[in-house]
């Protein structure tokens, strides 16, 4: 029996973690709308992108909103005409949940850029919460491989970390370089060693160059170090413009630089001759499709890749957040509903 009501978190008022922005509350659970399925949260992750929802560096889009974009958890009932699950399955919700099917960029196999989409934890609310709804055509179906904690960061951190890597037009067997190695890094770099790649890792974090050359990658030095070889892709997930000209200066000729983030510190004024010329790129990286999202899944399932996970109790959500803030959790936080 589901019952009629659940423990969630909301923000109502975003703002400084230090006035407590994210707040536990009792809801009603979700009735699934028309195509949507509900689900019994197990776990959900906790991204970067919920501190920006939480903190108000984006605006808000629903209030009050309860983040997490990162759900995994069993369907326990089908909204009218939705029948893609059946009920007890696994699946996961993402980040991206609506896309309208019918604008310029829908229509030419770029629903990452519609201009009318909606978002799990921005314009509905998520997964810090028992229950959570989703419409069935957006959900994921998850390898079995992968528990119900693993899972939850594939589905946005994985994701997005495919899609930058695939907007680095990373060469074959080439020399790519991870500016940050949290949640997503460390996932994209296992898919691009797993082809082959040559990965360096630049970050602030020692827990996390440590956790990025027990991967298998191939040096890990300070975030505004230059790597040991010449990169011919880069990917920066730490949101700090201040590293776009460092890594622009560590790419070769002809290199390409992708931005991981939905948000970024500005970028400094940037010099012609020694961080563009010579067919350097700058590319950002805009949500997802459904395609990057299945063909990760499968990707990461074939490539066994670990994912590092520090679980949280659902009743810590906010420590949580205030850990991911302060750069305390090594791969990706992930509460733990089950
Ligand atoms: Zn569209
Ligand atoms: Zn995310």
Known sequence: MTPD?????????????????LNPSQLPVPIPGPGEVLVRVSACGVCRTDLHV?????PTHRSPVTPGHEVVGRVVLNGTGASRFQPGERIGIPWLRYTCGACRFCNTGRENLCLEP??????DDGGYAEYATVPELFAYRIPEQ????????LLCAGIIGFRALERASL????????????????????????????????????????????????????????????????I?????????????????????????????????????????????????????????????LAEAAAADIQVHTTPYPPTAADRALADLWDDRVDGAAVLDWS
């Open 236 to 296: 920066l997930f730490a949101p700090v413009g201040e590293l776009v000209p460092v890594a622009l200066q560590a790419i070769d000729r002809g290199g390409t630089l992708a931005i991981a983030g939905i948000h970024l510190s500005d970028v400094p004024s940037l010099n012609y001759q020694s961080h563009l010329f010579q067919e350097r790129q700058i590319r950002s990286v805009t949500a997802n499709t459904r395609s990057d999202g299945e063909r990760f």
């Open 146 to 153: 992968f528990n119900d904690v693993t899972a939850a960061p």
């Open 54 to 58: 939480v903190m108000g560096d984006l």
């Open 171 to 234: 060469p074959a067997g080439g020399q790519l370089g991870l500016y940050g190695f949290g949640a997503s890094a460390h996932l994209a770099a296992q898919i691009a060693m797993h082809r082959g790649a040559t990965v360096h890792v630049l970050t602030r974090s020692a827990s996390a160059r440590h956790l990025a050359l027990e991967l298998g990658c191939a040096s890990a030095g300070d975030a505004a170090d230059a790597p040991p070889e010449r990169l011919d892709s880069a």
């Open 5 to 21: 009501l659940m423990h969630a978190w909301q923000v109502s008022r975003p703002g400084p973690l230090a006035e407590s922005p």
């Open 118 to 123: 909606r978002f799990t934890g921005w314009d």
